[in-house]
């Protein structure tokens, strides 16, 4: 698409420089721990070093005796105001202090309140805690074998570790079609347990001022206007208002889901300022961020693909277990338990699908929410991605041509899939052919079978991901009840200029420049007199936060709303300052002018300094308009990856040759951006497939709980992406767009998996778990007696 | 708790304080002097979002005492802009979407400064293995890669 801008106005398409770099780069940004109010306290958390204890007793004693220290925040203390647990966003319960048992490791046991944090630091030290070790529940499927140890015995009738049991699709269709298949292929996968690893931890500042009986709270959040709902429905019988509950979610660095739900550490930090009327601060550090925040994924999953022998898929049929640990934390949208892995048809035009998920309590802490993706969409395309390979395999078929021929053709859009979702836009073969041009798809493979007579190992992998993003049309999505709009006001000032508030929250997507780009191309007001707010939700509109991929699809709809409301009633003061009727004026972006006059026009500032000065007799003043945006369905943005890697036989490392990107997120706002996320996204691909896992032993001692042993992926280990695309827009988008931030974490994990195995396939291997680590690799070298 | 006086030039100021042996250089930075352009990201030296010059070499400040600072001239990404002009770096970085949340940004920019003043002309090899310290989880490093190329363009 061409803009329909100049640069100067920079509307869509432009690759305008970002409006909140100058103060990022001057170390000028304004972050949560940057915030210090007079006479601010200071939080630190006692945490459990078992994973399932009885609590004897906590004595506060010497903690209380240590310089600094003023007080000791417990279960007990909050149980006398009935905030010692609190809901989770999946309607289950969470403790927020324990006054029992602890039910994984670093769970909070107690919160120390100091004048500074090297005190508070040494008061967590101080306090002395007596537990009583209980038999530890790691494995979900032990969990829900009988006679295990039923962990949630604060719910009266749980007789069992099962959290629910979800399924969809057509099950005697799906089995019928599997037993009339030419071809089955089996395969389990574990997608094993991350964590977001925002390089800014979670933390807060509540500010209670007792006079005006005001909540203030300074919070690293995406959700903000959710979050103050929460903090009134849950602290109401505390007299807590909402509209004496104010959230601030400054510069946020970094989300990607770890920053949606609500961490214990809050809720401590807001009793402790409310009991003793002072601003408290609370700042996780890395280890509790990695131990104790929300994990991702920890799928473990059983899945069947059936196809015709000449490799038409016919069916596909998977069952998971869902490992949630002690608490179903997941945030997903209420009526979806297994968030929206039914995308798992992916790309792909199957007949019959059935999928079940059952959710599981573990020892291990509470979760499970998205890393960088949409509610379960990466584990539902790592499986078909994997499992269309698998057949590939199976059939001796080239991944390519299997991909190609059971692709979604692209005039049979939109596209009713077996699990019931309605796709939007898409065109998958026009994407692959893009890539496999890109990387020169056949050399390669030449290459490969040459390489392979000489003992070398080189793969080559695809994955062409259908991605869902953009919750949600308010028929089926909510949260906790709210459902899932967002929203956006704008007013526009008199000289022309104009502030505009979202729902949402950044956290590094680049909202104050995406979004002013939005109401430049709507209203031709330059993008750089365009103010955007966000994250106060004093000022504004209330919406449901920055996460699943849904601030394009949805508040950036919103923001075209709005503006086009604005529009609509500058073309009425336009006609009334031209003396014409609205009939006969034309718009380009900026201004209206007269049909077959175009000297006759008005700009949008003229017309906006006269709808406070000169506005048509009977018309409301000013200028500005807010609309809360309802999707009328979710999008559907889609790619092809094509992944080359080389494997050393003597360590078993997996080195990244090449790796191509073709992806489709519908019309682009701004390109630079839209590509800069691609790479971000990739590289949060790259690093659950070779490097990230948070794992247990059997006591439920965390493996992996720093970043001495959680991988982050480095300049070193990162590839120099390579990115194209395919344009097809969103039909029912108002610009056409339809959210890009995630997809690549979404689609670049099988690619590379897919590659690995490419790698090793002519030596009889056909799958391996992620994180896909030397160690691994070389012990299957050694294996098949390829090792150097 | 034992208390030191120490002196320390910060951005080119001279600052006197009393300071705890325990300081570390990133709180006695962001907290006393109330330059919160230095960030912390972890606490095993691993992220270098907390990446400030002491005497000229990048050092990670979560992992050095105020006291050892003691005497020496500290640089933090509030040095950078030098009488309202952008340093290349930060223009670098600006200019190429080298940043998205800016919490690494700050680290960052402050190794790609060390590295350009010891090494006017990296490759991108040498680049990768300079910013191998600090961690970024939005950018995948691709423009952060080129944001330093375009100060070393800049600069020379």
């Known amino acids: 698409m061409e803009p329909r801008t100049t640069p100067q106005v920079g509307g869509m398409g432009h690759s305008m420089k970002r409006k909140e770099d100058p103060r990022l780069i001057r170390g000028k940004g304004n972050f949560v721990d940057d915030i210090q109010l007079p006479g601010m306290l200071y939080l630190d958390i006692v945490r459990s070093p078992f994973a399932h204890a009885k609590i004897k007793s906590i004595n506060a004693e010497r903690a209380l005796k ?33 006054t029992e048992k602890v039910m994984y490791q670093a769970q909070e046991v107690a919160g120390v309140i100091a004048t500074d944090r090297y005190a508070a630091a040494d008061g967590v030290e101080a306090v002395e805690v007596d537990y009583d070790p209980l038999p530890v529940v790691v494995d979900p499927f032990k969990a829900l074998e009988p006679g295990a140890p039923v962990l949630r015995t604060d719910k009266k009738d749980k007789k069992d570790n099962r959290i629910f049991h979800w399924e969809v699709g057509d099950k005697a269709g799906t089995d019928r079609a599997f037993a009339a298949a030419d071809v089955v292929v089996k395969q389990d996968l574990y997608i094993p347990r991350i964590h977001v690893s925002s390089i800014e931890t979670c933390g807060c500042i ?85 131990q104790a925040d929300s994990f991702a994924r920890d799928y473990h999953i059983k899945a069947e693909l059936a196809a015709k022998k000449d490799g038409t898929m016919t069916a596909l049929r998977i069952k998971t277990l869902a490992d949630h640990g002690y608490a179903d934390a997941a945030a997903n949208p209420s009526k979806f338990p297994a968030g929206l892995f039914s995308i798992c048809t992916g790309s792909y035009d199957f007949k019959n699908a059935f999928a079940e998920v059952d959710g599981v309590y573990t020892n291990k802490p509470p979760g499970g929410i998205a890393y960088r993706c949409s509610f379960r969409v990466t584990e539902a395309v790592h499986t078909i991605e994997r499992m269309t390979d698998v057949l590939a395999q199976e059939l001796k078929t080239d991944p390519a041509e299997l991909r190609l021929k059971n692709f979604i053709p692209a005039e049979k859009f939109p596209y009713k899939s077996a699990l019931g979702w ?264 790259l690093a659950p497939a070779l490097f990230e896992e948070i794992s247990y032993d059997e006591n439920g001692n965390i493996q992996g709980g720093s970043f001495m042993d959680y991988l982050l992926p480095t300049a070193m280990e990162t590839p120099s992406w390579e990115t194209d695309k395919t344009v097809t827009p969103s039909p029912h988008h108002p610009l056409g767009a339809k959210g890009v931030g995630e997809s690549a974490t979404v689609g670049a994990p099988p690619a590379i998996v897919n590659a690995v195995v490419d790698a090793l396939s002519h030596l009889g291997v056909r799958h391996i778990d992620i994180p896909i680590t030397p160690e691994k690799v070389w012990r299957i070298l050694k294996d098949k007696g390829v090792a150097e | 708790m034992a208390k030191h006086k120490i002196r320390v030039s910060v951005n080119g100021v001279g600052c006197e304080a009393e300071v705890e042996s325990r300081l570390l250089l990133v709180h006695f930075i962001r907290e006393m002097l109330r330059l919160t352009g230095t960030h912390i990201g972890c606490d095993t030296t691993h992220c270098g979002a907390c990446t400030v010059l002491l005497d000229g070499e990048p050092v990670k400040s979560c992992t050095v005492l105020a006291v050892q600072a003691d005497g020496r001239e500290v640089v933090t990404v509030e040095g950078l802009e030098q009488n309202g002009q952008l340093h290349p770096i930060q223009e670098g970085f600006w200019e190429k979407h080298g940043l998205q949340c800016g919490y690494c940004t700050p680290g960052m920019m402050m190794t790609g400064y060390a590295l350009l003043k010891s090494n006017a002309k990296p490759s991108e090899e040498e680049i990768r293995k300079a910013i191998s310290g600090n961690l970024c989880r939005c950018t995948g490093y691709v423009n952060i890669v080129k944001a330093v190329q375009h100060a070393a363009a800049r600069s020379r």
């Not at chain 1, 220290?69 to 319960?93: C, F, Q, R």
Request: aromatic content about 8%.
């Open chain 1, 66 to 98: 240590v310089p600094g220290v003023l007080a000791v925040i417990t279960g007990e203390t909050l149980a006398k105001y009935n905030l010692h647990w609190m809901p989770t966003l999946m309607s289950d319960t969470q403790m927020v202090l324990p």
């Open chain 1, 422 to 685: 309605s796709y939007d836009s898409g065109n998958y073969s026009a994407a692959l052919k893009k890539a496999m041009e890109m990387i020169g798809y056949d050399a390669l493979r030449k290459e490969q079978a040459e390489r392979r007579k000489r003992g070398e190992l080189m793969g080559i992998g695809i994955s062409s991901f259908t991605e869902i993003v953009g919750a949600g049309p308010s028929k089926h999505f909510d949260i906790l009840g709210i459902k899932m709009f967002d929203s956006c006001e704008i007013r526009i000032h008199p000289t022309g200029k104009a502030i505009a508030r979202f729902g949402t929250k950044s956290q590094g997507q680049g909202h104050e420049t995406t979004y002013a780009q939005i109401v430049a191309e709507e209203l031709g007001i330059p993008a750089a007199h365009v103010e955007v707010e966000e994250g106060d939700t004093d000022t504004a509109p209330y919406g449901l936060g920055t996460y699943a991929s849904r601030s394009t699809p949805v508040a950036g709809a919103a923001g075209a709303m709005a503006a086009r409301k604005i529009r609509d009633k500058a073309k009425k003061i336009a006609a009334h300052l031209l003396e014409v009727s609205e009939d006969d004026l034309v718009w380009e972006p900026g201004k209206f002018s007269v049909k077959g006059a175009p000297q006759r026009a008005k700009t949008i500032q003229e017309i906006a300094f006269a709808a406070y000065t000169n506005h048509p007799q009977g018309m409301e003043a000013g200028l500005e308009a807010v609309s809360y945006y309802d999707p009328p369905n979710l999008t559907f943005p889609f790619g092809s990856y094509i992944c080359a890697v080389d494997i050393d036989r003597g360590t078993g490392e997996v080195k990244i040759r090449r790796f191509v990107a073709v992806d489709d997120c519908g019309n682009i706002i701004n390109p630079m951006i839209v590509d800069g996320q691609i790479h971000g996204g990739l590289t949060m691909g």
């Open chain 1, 206 to 290: 509540a500010d209670f001022d007792r006079v005006e009986g005001k909540l203030t709270v300074y919070m690293t959040t995406q959700a903000p206007h959710a979050i103050r709902t929460v903090f009134a429905l849950v602290a109401g019988h505390v007299g807590l208002s909402e509209e004496k509950i104010r959230i601030v979610s400054p510069d946020i660095g970094g989300g990607f889901g770890g920053k949606v739900p609500v961490y214990p550490g809050y809720v401590i930090a807001v009793a402790a300022s409310v009991v003793l009327g002072k601003p408290v601060k609370w700042i996780e550090d890395r280890m509790e961020n990695l």
